[in-house]
C-alpha cells in the first residue's frame, strides 16, 4: 500500500530522496486557470534545493512555447525546455529515435502545438488547411491515394477532425507497411467544463479498428515518452519521481519506468478510488502544495 506523507521528517526524507520531479500539470499543478494553494512556494523550494523539474503533459494541443504563456499568466516560474508535452515527444521521437528522413513528410491529424513541435525538429508536415475542407461527395473518394512522400501518420486531438482526414491516414497506412503510425496519447476522455469529452484514444479508435494496427503512442503511460526524457535529461530513475493525480496514467507511467510515484489527491482520484486500484503510487499526499521539505 502507498505510505502517506504527512509528518515533515516523512516530507523532507523524501524530497531528500529525489533528484528530478516530473509533474503533471492539470489536477497537480492547477485546474483550469487556478494555481492549488502553495505549489509556486513548493516548487521555489524545490529549485532552492537544487531539484529537476519538469512538466509532463498529454495536451498536445498546446507546443512548450504556448504552455510557457499559461504558466506566466499563473505567475508560475518555469521555462520552455521545462515542458514536456506529448507534442514535444513526438516530434523528438520522429527526429531523433526514427531519424525521420528529410525527405519525408509527416501527415498529422492535430492542432497548432503538433505542428509547431515538428517544425522545431525541422520536420516537414502536410499543412492542415489542404484538408480542412471536408468530403463534398463520394465521388471525391477517389481523389485520395496513396503517397509515397508520407513517412509517417501522427494523430493528436483535433478538433477540426472529418472523414477526409481519417480517409486519408488510413490510406497512406494501409497501403504502405512502413509508414510509421504514431499517436500523441490514448487518452479516451479528456476533462473540460465540469464533465468529460471523448479524448484522443476515443479518434484514435477509427483508425486503429479497421487497420487492425497499433500506433506508438509517445504519451504517458506508455513508455516511449520515458525514454525520450531519460534520453534528453539523463536522468537517473532511481532518483526521479512522477507526480500526478491519475493512477492509471501518471502513476502507471512512473511505476512501469521504474521511478518512484508520489500521487496528489487534487484532482481525479479519490480516497476510496485509491484504495479500491491495483495500482498503487509509492507515496500519496493532499496536495502538492504540501510538500514542504
Not at 524530497?15 to 513548493?42: E, K, P
Not at 527526429?95 to 515538428?118: C, H, Q, S, T
Not at 480542412?132 to 503517397?147: Q, R, V, W, Y
Not at 496514467?249 to 481525479?268: A, C, Q, R, S
Request: net charge negative; aromatic share 8%.
Amino acid at each position: 500500500m502507498a505510505t502517506k506523507l504527512e509528518k515533515q521528517e516523512d516530507i523532507t526524507a523524501f524530497v531528500d530522496s529525489i533528484d528530478t520531479f516530473l509533474l503533471d500539470c492539470d489536477g497537480v499543478i492547477w485546474a483550469a486557470n487556478h494555481v492549488f494553494d502553495g505549489v509556486q512556494t513548493v516548487l521555489d523550494l524545490l529549485r532552492s534545493k537544487g531539484k529537476r523539474i519538469l512538466f509532463v503533459t498529454n495536451n498536445s494541443t498546446k507546443s512548450r512555447k504556448a504552455y510557457l504563456k499559461k504558466f506566466q499568466s499563473l505567475d508560475i516560474h518555469a521555462s520552455a525546455d521545462e515542458i514536456f508535452g506529448s507534442s514535444y515527444a513526438a516530434a523528438y521521437y520522429i527526429a531523433n529515435v526514427l531519424k525521420f528522413p528529410k525527405a519525408k513528410k509527416v501527415y498529422v491529424i492535430g492542432m497548432a502545438g503538433v505542428r509547431d513541435e515538428l517544425e522545431s525538429e525541422g520536420i516537414q508536415y502536410v499543412e492542415p488547411e489542404e484538408d480542412s475542407k471536408n468530403l463534398g461527395s463520394m465521388d471525391e473518394m477517389a481523389t485520395i491515394k496513396p503517397d509515397p512522400e508520407i513517412g509517417a501518420v501522427l494523430l493528436g486531438f483535433d478538433l477540426d477532425i472529418n472523414y477526409k482526414k481519417l480517409a486519408k491516414a488510413f490510406t497512406y497506412l494501409h497501403h504502405n507497411k512502413d509508414c510509421h503510425f504514431l499517436a500523441t496519447n490514448s487518452d479516451l476522455t479528456f476533462p473540460a467544463g465540469g464533465t468529460v469529452y471523448p479524448g484522443t484514444g476515443a479518434l484514435l479508435s477509427a483508425l486503429t479498428a479497421p487497420l487492425d494496427r497499433d500506433p506508438v503512442i509517445l504519451g504517458k503511460p506508455h513508455q516511449p515518452m520515458l525514454d525520450v526524457i531519460i534520453a534528453k535529461y539523463h536522468l537517473d530513475k532511481e532518483r526521479t519521481c512522477m507526480v500526478g493525480d491519475r493512477l492509471d496514467t501518471d502513476i502507471e507511467f512512473g511505476k512501469t519506468g521504474g521511478l518512484k510515484t508520489l500521487l496528489v489527491m487534487t484532482g481525479v482520484t479519490t480516497p476510496a478510488s485509491l484504495e479500491a486500484s491495483k495500482i498503487q503510487p509509492d507515496f500519496y499526499i493532499s496536495s502538492l502544495g504540501h510538500l514542504k521539505p
